[in-house]
């Protein structure tokens, strides 16, 4: 038997752990579904299920009809960080207080976003689970309140359970299935192969296997009077196995930095450094292969959409949006950079972005039982907040670039009317569709009907987009509507996850031959577009006409409206197939290989922050800081280019400094934006 706390095994009579000392009677479950979360919370063992959401889900979803809201709640619980805290308890307190229910409650309702009706049910849910007293005056089919009578005392890992956990009666739970939840998950390719610590091995009882083995015997069962000296055993052989789990964990990094210097030092020699910048796609694929699980035949990364996983992703794709940026920069001085390939990839990267946005904005509409309380407050403000304070930080800087700026210039730029942060037009585009989303699904009953409003919205938007010139205001070019069909796909997806998903996953091996054969050909489709009809108006000899003045009001409708709307929207249809395509082969890809390390965590944690503030760095190192556009009386158009205030004009060079300092900027822009969204009532960024 293992103990439901630490996950040693004991024997079926002990009354308490061996280990830990914790008492091995717990209050039984009253409902079917704390029975089934009883059942897998003691087959895995605390530190699995609370690590992971997908476990708890499928146990709900074959006990409980029509359980996708709660498994959404669930899951949203999950990303604010509730398992974690969980699991804090469970290893280092013991039973629950009432200072931990009070913790719990607010996490649940002001990061997750859910009601106090729901934070009760499911901390009920997870206190069944547990067996902690919470439950224990409950009848079937109801929902406590958690608050009462909580006066459970705080154990240690020497000290017993309080007098109430003593008097009930050990649950002993039934077989609920003829199968373990182990096989049952492995059955639905929820779980791959186990490995030790997924089997409920943990890492001390592996230290016992090690100390035994040195000493030539096999592993046994510690009796009562010996507990404290294997115990001692196991805790000294712990050190020796965590140090070598760590250089396991970091032989790969020390392999990329070797050749790396090695590299670098044969560039040094042979006086090339600017051939250094081809180590980008080297550390790219570091930076996104270290640390990743390979799934086999007919399993798949059943968390490719989770929130850890999205959080990496977006870590991954905001630094390739970093080398689209630099890239742009390069693209006029160097018929070769090194990292040219990046110039034409920014809208594929914010076709994952906007498909996220859309992904994450109707789960969490589902998950609160279509409720918007506090959606403004939580959602849109904080967003809003970091970008307008990002783009005060740019507006010194463009005064030290030699920009002329009158006071109503200085004021637009203040509340971010206009832009002083070019780079910051996204935010923008996703908090006003996060507005509409608002209004659609809020003051429509049917959410079919509110979703093709939501589409018709997106599709005038783009349609306004393509009937204006360049740089006319807000709305600069291409850039700000050749992806926001994504937003809705996202939506979409959303409302469909489960049949989309097993769909893909069942046909997995046909939709990616379709992915790798159709990509380079959709890939190659708008590269002809662009090069053929373009967003730009050019006369016959490929000049653009807004960059060299050849337009004129009499010319307007005919030469530039009319055939210019009509190439745009082919230019337009090539780049939503190809950010289509590119999409289907991100999710693909994504269900069999999941990525995750320390790097691509903590940029997914900053990445509004360095997606925001890296462009500042972009400009300052830049052949030019800046540009700003104006059209006349005659629709000719006027570009002023200011100098470089620190030119780098080595791409490896200029790559490494602009990424180093975007994340230092990232982190102060965070640690300013911290209070002042504390002082507004807004407890997390959701982008």
């Not at 049952?184 to 001390?204: F, N, Q, R, V, Y």
């Not at 996220?356 to 589902?366: H, K």
């Not at 944690?605 to 890296?614: D, N, Q, W």
């Not at 002042?676 to 807004?682: D, I, N």
């Amino acid at each position: 038997m293992k103990c439901w706390r630490c996950g040693k095994d004991n024997n079926e009579n002990n009354e308490k752990c061996l280990f830990c000392g914790t008492s091995q009677k717990r209050v039984e479950p009253v409902t079917d579904t704390g029975k089934a979360l009883r059942k897998i919370f003691d087959d895995f063992g605390a530190e699995k299920v609370f690590g992971d959401s997908r476990i708890i889900t499928a146990a709900i979803s074959d006990f409980i009809p029509d359980s996708d809201v709660l498994c959404l709640s669930i899951e949203l619980v999950y990303r604010v960080g509730i398992g974690t805290i969980y699991n804090n308890q469970l290893q280092n307190h013991g039973a629950a207080n009432e200072e931990f229910y009070k913790r719990v409650e607010k996490v649940i309702i002001e990061d997750a976003g859910l009601s106090e009706s729901k934070a009760t049910q499911l901390i009920h849910l997870f206190d069944e689970m547990i067996g902690w007293n919470n439950s224990q005056e409950t009848t079937a089919g109801t929902v406590p309140d958690h608050k009462a009578e909580q006066n459970v005392q705080t154990e240690t890992v020497s000290e017993t359970v309080s007098e109430a956990d003593e008097q009930s009666e050990f649950y002993e739970p039934k077989q609920i299935r003829s199968m373990t939840y182990e096989e049952a998950l492995k059955e639905k390719g929820l779980l791959s192969p186990l490995t030790s610590s997924e089997s409920g091995i943990t890492d001390a009882s592996v230290a016992e296997k090690a100390v035994s083995d040195s000493a030539g015997t096999e592993p046994e069962i510690p009796k009562t009077s010996d507990a404290k000296s294997e115990t001692a055993k196991a805790s000294d052989a712990e050190p020796a196995l965590k140090t070598k789990s760590l250089r396991k964990r970091l032989r790969p990094v020390i392999v990329v930095g070797e050749i790396s210097v090695v590299l670098i030092l044969i560039a040094m020699f042979t006086g090339n450094t600017n051939k250094l910048v081809y180590l980008t796609y080297f550390y790219l694929a570091a930076l996104t292969f270290i640390g990743s699980k390979w799934y086999g035949s007919r399993k798949f990364n059943e968390e490719f959409l989770s929130d850890g996983q999205m959080n990496n992703q977006m870590g991954l794709l905001v630094i390739c949006l970093f080398l689209h940026h630099a890239a742009l920069k390069f693209e006029d001085i160097y018929t070769v950079s090194g990292i040219d390939p990046f110039v034409n990839m920014g809208y594929l990267i914010y076709a994952v972005f906007f498909f996220f946005a859309g992904l994450c904005l109707y789960r969490n509409y589902v998950a609160n039982n279509g409720s918007f309380k506090g959606f403004f407050l939580q959602s849109i403000m904080p967003i809003s907040l970091v970008t307008v304070i990002s783009g005060w930080l740019f507006i010194p800087v463009r005064l030290v670039a030699g920009e002329k700026m009158d006071l109503f210039t200085i004021l637009n730029y203040f509340i971010s009317s206009k832009l002083a942060n070019v780079y910051a037009w996204y935010p923008i585009i996703i908090v006003l569709f996060y507005i509409v989303f608002y209004l659609c699904f809020r003051f429509t009953e049917n959410k079919k009907l509110a979703l093709v409003k939501l589409i018709a919205i997106v599709f005038i938007y783009t349609l306004i987009g393509t009937g204006l010139r360049h740089y006319n205001w807000w709305l600069e070019g291409e850039w700000w509507y050749n992806a926001v069909h994504m937003f809705w796909i996202g939506i979409v997806f959303a409302r469909h996850e489960k049949n989309i998903t097993d769909h893909l996953k069942r046909y997995y091996i046909i939709y990616m031959l379709i992915g790798i054969v159709m990509l380079p050909f959709v890939a190659w489709l708008t590269w002809f577009c662009i090069k053929n009809f373009s967003y730009y108006p050019v006369n016959r000899w490929g000049i653009r006409y807004e960059e060299h003045n050849q337009l004129y009001a009499s010319d307007y409708i005919s030469q530039y409206f009319l055939p210019m709307v009509g190439k745009r929207w082919i230019t337009l249809l090539s780049q939503m197939l190809c950010s289509l395509v590119f999409a289907l082969m991100f999710i693909m890809v994504n269900l069999k290989v999941k990525i995750g390390n320390t790097a691509l965590s903590f940029m997914g944690k900053i990445a509004l922050e360095f997606f925001l503030i890296h462009g500042l760095f972009v400009e300052v190192f830049s052949n030019f800081a800046f540009e700003t556009y104006s059209y006349d009386s005659s629709f000719s158009l006027t570009r002023i280019s200011y100098s470089p205030i620190y030119y780098i004009g080595s791409v490896p060079i200029f790559e490494l400094e602009v990424l180093l300092l975007g994340i230092g900027g990232a982190i102060l822009l965070k640690l300013i934006t911290k209070p002042v969204l504390k002082l507004f009532g807004c407890n997390k960024t959701k982008s």
